[in-house]
């Protein structure tokens, strides 16, 4: 059972470097700012305090050392996102949703992966974290980007060229030795489920990752026509030993260990070194993900992938959901809920993730209510879509 209380009392502020050269980490957990529940971040947003959600009886006992609990515990629950100005609204909304819904929501490690030349400094964003979730266990990485900058080609839409959009790249790399399994969330997510289930996914055989899959995609429009015309190229899809299948890369459970001695990173980048040098693909940083893995991931239930919430990379139209149950909605493509809600121009699917923001704007005439979030958030029970 999940349990609620406020938090009070004064936290301290730490910060962990001695890290690889691909970046370093800050732990950070700073005083409250204020008496407010809220912190001024950009622009005159704020974000109210969550709720404090509890451990239940049958949750394990953590390994910490007075109040931080170690990263190493292997009881714990790893979940890896990017963290920036620009989709902060929207990963303060994922984060809110899986502890709402988490059996044991004291049990997650959030490992948040920053850009090193954000607008918002990794220390504010890191600061941002502890005041809105005071007792959230996580670390912030900086991310630096000329680790992958000259590997990024051109996209389809601007967004998909930024850095951290290859940051899952590099987990292997960022996140500790110790911890050998993640999950991989995007920031425009929410979680309606218990988050465990999704943790403990088998990973058969040897395979690295698992995620929902999809086999009547066509992959072809994935992949331009020089690709598709080069027989040494598209062998990597048409070879008989090899069945692949779309699967969207917001959403993964990946065996880091595995990742590590198959230096899964490299092979992701020889692909990105290629399409420098030939445009074979039009997308950001899927295709190279499917030239690696399609047709040797761990195919999982889609509940928890319902992708495509935000239309397409274009227009970003409206979207329905499909049909059967739900465990996370995710708002891939340009039309994010955030931004469609605030110009009141919102779809209906976009109210399934409203219940979870926490922004507070009181001073431009947007206004949150604690009791009115709690109030409006039952659209489900358990994991099914009512």
Known sequence: MVHFRLHAGVLFFTIVVLFPLLCFGIRSIPSRE????????????????????????????????????SSCDPSLVHIAMTLDSEYLR????????????????????????????DPASPRVLSQLVRSTFPSLNFKVYIFREDTVINLISSSIRQALE???????????????????????????????DDIHKLWTTTLSGARVIGAPEYCHTNLTKYFTDVFWSDPVMSATFTSARRKPCYFNTGVMVMDLVRWREGNYRGRIEKWMEVQRKTRIYELGSLPPFLLVFAGDVEAMDHRWNQHGLGGDNVRGTCRSLHPGPVSLLHWSGK??????????RPCKVDHLWEPYDLLVRNNKGYSYSRNDHHQSSGFFTGSSYL
Not at 41 to 66: I, K, M, Q
Not at 166 to 188: E, F, K, P, T
Not at 335 to 344: E, I, Q, S, T
């Open 335 to 344: 039309g994010k809920p955030w931004v469609r809600l605030d110009a009141k």
């Open 34 to 69: 204020g008496n407010s529940g809220a912190v001024e971040v950009l622009n005159g947003f704020r974000f109210a305090e969550a709720p404090e959600y509890r451990n239940g009886r049958d949750c394990p006992v953590l390994t910490s050392n007075g109040r931080l609990v």
């Open 90 to 117: 929207g990963s303060i909304a994922a984060v809110h949703s899986v502890l709402k819904h988490a059996s044991c929501p004291e049990s997650i490690f959030f490992h948040f992966i920053a850009a090193e030349f």
């Open 162 to 192: 930024n850095p951290l959009n290859y940051a899952r790249n590099y987990l292997g790399d960022l996140l500790d030795l110790c911890v050998d399994r993640v999950i991989y969330l995007d920031s425009d997510v929410v979680v309606v």
